[in-house]
């Protein structure tokens, strides 16, 4: 093997290394599925999340990006999933240690975009416990790091004073 290939070898290994090492340090783990086997069209992005990490999930937020053939993104989808943690009227419970959801994006972009691939990822998690990971700047975050102190308010007002 020449010197370029092998550099180009190593270079791709440890690529691949550092992607997957990536994926498994994030709470959640994200798998695309068959849309139509779940009810939706072939358009649809239909995704199998798995909480991986060692604590339940009180919300999460999941973002599409969308990649042209340039490899440059062309625009952004994200998710925002609440469990009854952080808003009291939803029905779903924390997402377990281990458990599997399934997600449904529908049609998330534009159809007639010159698209190469689609790619997902978990951008922040908050945990049950109150604590988080990833990003806390996001809109998607913000918005649900605001509705679980709103929870906690309305709880505090709603308990009897002695």
């Known amino acids: 093997m020449c ?12 690529f691949g290394v550092a992607k997957a090492q990536t994926a498994i340090d994030a709470p959640i783990q994200i798998f695309r599925e068959d849309s ?11 995704l199998r999340l798995k909480n991986a990490s060692s604590k339940p999930i009180a919300g999460y937020v999941v973002q599409l990006r969308q990649i042209g053939f340039d490899g440059k993104p ?10 009854n943690a952080v808003i009291p009227s939803v029905p779903r419970a924390p997402f377990a240690v281990g458990e599997e959801w399934i997600e449904k994006f529908g049609r998330p972009f534009p159809s007639g975009n010159t ?7 978990t951008v922040f998690v908050l ?3 109150g604590s988080s990971w990833g990003d806390e700047g996001g809109k998607h975050a ?21």
């Open 127 to 129: 945990f049950s416990d």
């Open 36 to 46: 139509v086997k779940h009810g939706g069209s072939s358009t649809d992005y239909v």
């Open 3 to 14: 010197n370029s290939a092998r550099i180009l070898y190593v270079f791709f290994a440890l």
């Open 115 to 121: 698209t190469l691939e689609v790619r997902a990822e």
């Open 142 to 162: 913000r918005t649900l790091l605001g509705m679980k102190r709103g929870a906690a308010l309305e709880k505090a007002l709603q308990t009897p004073k002695p």
């Open 74 to 83: 062309i625009q952004t989808a994200g998710r925002l999933t609440g469990t």
